[in-house]
């Protein structure tokens, strides 16, 4: 059974960085070289929303970012990492990990606050 567990998640003050990781076990590297990754949020009263998705090998993200995060992946550990910049306030919220768009992670929550 695939597991999917995020990690990196705290609190951090407005202007901070932050770096999730999404550790996917019990696969095989060439499964995990090959499938699509992704990173969601969901503030609370909010719907979960896309972050960051890494499809086919490419990465995309969503529009509202202005390209302060980074979505990547570590082949050697076999983690997808969201780097995340310049946080905001509004950046608050819980990060899931998304796997093979069929698999998620528990969440780690982050708080942008000062």
């Known amino acids: 059974q695939v597991q999917v567990l995020e990690s990196g998640g705290g609190q951090v003050q407005p202007g901070g960085s932050l770096k999730l990781s999404c550790k996917v076990s019990?696969?095989?590297?060439?499964?995990?070289?090959?499938?699509?990754y992704a990173w969601y949020r969901q503030a609370p009263g909010k719907q979960r929303e896309l972050v960051a998705a890494?499809?086919?090998?490419?990465?995309s993200y969503a529009d509202s970012l202005e390209g302060r995060f980074t979505i990547s992946r570590d082949f050697a550990k076999k983690t997808v990492d969201l780097r995340m910049n310049d946080l905001k306030p509004e950046d608050t919220a819980v990060y899931f990990c998304?796997?093979?768009?069929?698999?998620w992670g528990q969440g780690t929550q982050v708080i942008v606050a000062s």
């Open positions: 890494i499809t086919r090998g490419r990465t």
């Open positions: 998304n796997y093979d768009r069929d698999y």
């Open positions: 019990r696969i095989i590297t060439s499964v995990f070289n090959s499938k699509d």
